[in-house]
């Protein structure tokens, strides 16, 4: 077909590889505005991400079209990685970032290639400019490639020459800046941390240190005609390049290097001194650090406390999230009043999914984080190792335990930091949402303020974050659902519910199934998440909800059944009083009544827990049976039961009041069943004892009801009818 005539010809459609050097020649080209480089970059982000799923390796198929990455030659690469300039736009960096991520995951092993030759030939050039450009790709890469940007850093003498560069007389601010960022992406890697404290703590100190007035003062004595000089030609830091020095040292503070590190970083300051010389003084080798963790947070504290410093918060957030590892940083940061109140407006204020929000929640969770439960083996263990250690006691940090923590778990609440908490919650990511779940979680270990949680919205939380939270955060979904049972334990449901369409009471069963079974993934099993959930469900059964009821026995009784037989006492017990309450619904009745060997097995077990040594046992085993015995089948059960009725009879025996008022209960119940079973159950009685039993039970009680419900059972066993003798 002809084109007519003025018509523009259709455009040939474009290879990926033709595609991607256009957007390379415009991107090398320069001058665009900054969204169209933000375009041109996530059009090539894209590309690249196309083309790492096509020519992925799979078994026996190969992609029909070669890799888009074989156009992209060293001069392309330099293209795209100088966008990772701090001198960008931080947009057009974000951007470039992504850019890198898919570049480097697409090309595989040239890809590295073409990183480390460009990171090191601009290392070696040494101009300024190639020094800005080679430390903000590390600082960019270092979380994309880890292992390969640490090679890089780790490269025989970089950073020894580090300490001289930026001790020049002239030096330039954006080095200064770009090479702390380096260092600070940096000691995410515990080999790279040990060396940035073995070649840079002395520089770092000196830059956190250094007084911008005496500064100021020394060279006005040296020049006084230099009044109008600026703080580079004085040689002055910056306060925002000390703050970044100053969180990098927390770093370096708060996870202190392994022995055989020291002993290399002791060895690398002593210089000239000879080796006889370090043998002999080996208390001397390891200078002792100037600004201590204290004195950091100090410093990130005041930075957040002042008003008109918005640009040193993302500084002072990141600062305290590592500073407040240490046990005393925590204690005074929680006993600050202005610094929580200033952290939770903070964190109100953030943008979800920021480095602040980050941040903020990571110094929560350090503020309220509990010691993890040891086990009698790990104790033993634990203990051996500080034999070894020549300790001769364990030693823990008194800061640690549940006593200080608990205090500073509740100064965090009173701060009012569950409502932002739950703000958040809505639009975290993965790792956000299982950091707001632990800081939930440590606060609901306080009985005290559970119900506090709950009006405030934490249960309506912990059920979005449950559902929300991918299968692979599988220790942040148990964390979430353990507390969800704490609360839940200790609140009525039907006020934390209400009635609600979005989280109805029954929305609450699945998550605290999911921890009823043991944890798959932990080495010792821990039966409080199985206890905490059994008394969570039992709170829920004891309402009115009959859906709740049905839901827990439909989806909950295997793994409910199986803990009537723990080993454990409290599990046992928390079992069979849940089992009380689903019992009062039909479905519940139906599982030992309905004259199956099931049900008769289910009857004997529950039989036997009526008998068990735990005194909260027997008794809400008494309450079950009371229950069931209202059905002429479980009669029939109990009486063909061997020792079936002596066991019943043995509650009326009881100490407690409470025992014997539901042993008299089911023994009741027994004598007034209608039919062959009333009377089965009547001649059972009376040949196993059961008047004297009664009588003397009833001379022990002093309660009314108990003695009233006693001597009905008396009265229709002694009329000695063999119908039905209901009151």
């Given at each position: ?469 991918p299968e692979s955060e599988s220790a942040s979904r148990r964390t979430a659902a353990q507390a969800l049972a704490r609360i839940l334990i200790s609140t009525n449901p039907s006020l934390v519910f209400g009635g609600s369409r979005s989280h109805p009471q029954s929305s609450a069963i699945r998550p605290l199934l999911s921890i009823l079974p043991p944890d798959p993934a932990a080495d010792t099993r821990d039966l409080l998440p199985t206890f905490e959930s059994l008394m969570a469900l039992t709170n829920l059964a004891s309402t009115d909800d009959a859906d709740t009821r049905r839901a827990i026995i439909r989806t909950a009784w295997p793994h409910v059944e199986e803990q009537l037989v723990a080993s454990n006492a409290l599990v ?68 063909e039961r061997d020792r079936g009725v002596e066991m019943v009879l043995g509650m009326c025996g009881e100490e407690g009041e409470d025992l014997r008022h539901r042993g008299g209960f089911v023994v009741y119940n027994m004598v007034v069943a209608e039919g062959e079973a009333g009377a089965m159950a009547r001649k059972k009685i009376r040949e196993r004892y059961g008047v004297e039993v009664l009588k003397k039970a009833a001379k022990m009680s002093r309660r009314g009801e108990v003695v009233e419900v006693i001597l009905e059972a008396l009265k229709v066993l002694l009329e000695g009818g063999e119908g039905s003798g209901g009151s």
């Amino acid at each position: 077909m002809a084109t007519a005539v003025g018509a523009t010809p259709p455009k040939a459609e474009l290879s990926k590889e033709d595609e991607t050097l256009l957007i390379l020649a415009r991107l090398m080209e320069g001058g665009q505005e900054d969204d169209e480089t933000i375009r041109d970059l996530g059009q090539l982000t894209k590309l690249l991400n196309e083309d790492s799923q096509i020519h992925q390796p799979s078994k026996g198929t190969a992609a029909s079209a070669p890799s888009i990455c074989s156009v992209m030659d060293a001069d392309c690469v330099d293209t795209m990685l100088s966008y990772l300039d701090m001198r960008q736009p931080e947009a057009v960096r974000g951007h470039a970032v992504l850019t890198t991520a898919a570049y480097l995951k697409a090309a595989g092993d040239d890809g590295a290639n073409n990183l480390s030759s460009f990171f090191l030939d601009r290392v070696r050039r040494g101009t300024y400019d190639d020094y800005i450009l080679a430390f903000c790709v590390a600082a960019s890469t270092f979380p994309i490639v880890p292992d390969l940007t640490a090679t890089l850093f780790l490269s025989e003498g970089f950073l020894a020459a580090l300490g001289p560069l930026m001790r020049r007389k002239w030096k330039s601010r954006k080095v200064e800046t770009a090479c702390l960022e380096m260092l600070n992406a940096a000691c995410i890697n515990s080999a790279c941390r040990e060396a940035v404290l073995k070649y840079c703590a002395d520089w770092l100190e000196e830059v956190v240190d250094q007084d911008p007035d005496q500064v100021a003062r020394e060279f006005m004595a040296q020049d006084p005609d230099s009044s109008g000089a600026s703080s580079v030609t004085m040689r002055r830091h910056s306060e925002a390049v000390q703050n970044m020095a100053a969180v990098i040292l927390a770093k370096l503070r708060a996870m202190p290097p392994s022995a055989a590190s020291l002993d290399d970083q002791a060895s690398g300051r002593q210089g000239g001194q000879s080796q006889s010389q370090s043998q002999s003084q080996p208390q001397e080798r390891i200078t002792p650090a100037v600004t201590t963790i204290e004195d950091l947070s100090s410093r990130f504290t005041r930075m957040l406390l002042r008003e008109d410093d918005n640009h040193g918060t993302p500084h002072s957030i990141e600062g305290l999230a590592y500073a407040s590892l240490q046990p005393k940083v925590r204690e005074d940061l929680a006993h600050h009043q202005d610094f929580l109140n200033k952290l939770v407006y903070t964190l109100s204020n953030a943008q979800p999914k920021s480095p602040l929000t980050y941040g903020a929640l990571s110094i929560l969770v350090n503020l309220t984080r509990y010691q993890p439960t040891l086990s009698e083996e790990q104790k033993k263990m634990y203990q051996l190792k500080a034999y070894a250690n020549a300790a001769g006691k364990i030693r823990q940090d008194p800061l640690l335990d549940d006593e200080h923590v608990g205090e500073r778990c509740r100064l965090v609440f009173d701060a009012g930091v569950t409502p932002v908490l739950l703000s958040h919650s809505k639009f975290a990511s993965p790792a956000s949402l299982g950091l707001i779940v632990s800081i939930i979680f440590s606060l609901s270990v306080t009985t005290s303020v559970r119900g506090k949680l709950a009006q405030q919205g934490a249960v309506k939380l912990l059920l979005s974050a449950w559902h929300a939270l991918p299968e692979s955060e599988s220790a942040s979904r148990r964390t979430a659902a353990q507390a969800l049972a704490r609360i839940l334990i200790s609140t009525n449901p039907s006020l934390v519910f209400g009635g609600s369409r979005s989280h109805p009471q029954s929305s609450a069963i699945r998550p605290l199934l999911s921890i009823l079974p043991p944890d798959p993934a932990a080495d010792t099993r821990d039966l409080l998440p199985t206890f905490e959930s059994l008394m969570a469900l039992t709170n829920l059964a004891s309402t009115d909800d009959a859906d709740t009821r049905r839901a827990i026995i439909r989806t909950a009784w295997p793994h409910v059944e199986e803990q009537l037989v723990a080993s454990n006492a409290l599990v046992a017990k928390a079992a069979v009083e849940l089992v009380c309450n689903l019992v009062q619904a039909p479905e519940g009745m139906a599982l030992y009544a309905d004259g199956s060997a099931g049900a008769k097995n289910r009857l004997h077990v529950l039989l036997a827990l009526a008998d068990a040594e735990d005194e909260g046992t027997r008794s809400a085993a008494g309450g079950a049976l009371a229950a069931l015995t209202g059905h002429p089948g479980v009669v029939r059960a109990i009486v063909e039961r061997d020792r079936g009725v002596e066991m019943v009879l043995g509650m009326c025996g009881e100490e407690g009041e409470d025992l014997r008022h539901r042993g008299g209960f089911v023994v009741y119940n027994m004598v007034v069943a209608e039919g062959e079973a009333g009377a089965m159950a009547r001649k059972k009685i009376r040949e196993r004892y059961g008047v004297e039993v009664l009588k003397k039970a009833a001379k022990m009680s002093r309660r009314g009801e108990v003695v009233e419900v006693i001597l009905e059972a008396l009265k229709v066993l002694l009329e000695g009818g063999e119908g039905s003798g209901g009151s």
